[in-house]
């Protein structure tokens, strides 16, 4: 299986690992792949001033994704996601 390595900032990364947040936008007009429900990635947290890494990262199953118009704009994804848990595949 592929596990791709996506980005994302403190303040976001915090929502999520909290349980708070249970989603992810993105843009994905220059993505090299179409991330599809069941997929695994990882995210890593990145310090939003510079962009470099804090360190800590954790994987993720999509759930859902929305890219079609007319809710979202062209080049926009909204994905469901869930962590994944030790032994959950």
């Not at 915090?14 to 947040?21: D, I, N, P, T, V």
């Not at 936008?25 to 962009?51: H, N």
């Amino acid at each position: 299986m592929r596990i791709y390595v996506l980005k994302t900032w403190e303040r976001f990364y915090y929502a999520l690992e909290s349980g708070e947040k249970t989603f992810e936008v993105r843009d994905v007009s220059d993505w090299l792949f179409v991330a599809k429900k069941g997929e695994v990635f990882c995210l890593v947290e990145t310090v939003e001033e510079d962009g470099l890494p804090t360190g800590r990262c954790s994987l993720w199953h999509i759930t859902h994704v929305c890219t079609k118009e007319p809710f979202l704009p062209s080049g926009l994804a909204v994905f469901g996601i869930r962590p994944v848990l030790g032994g959950d595949s």
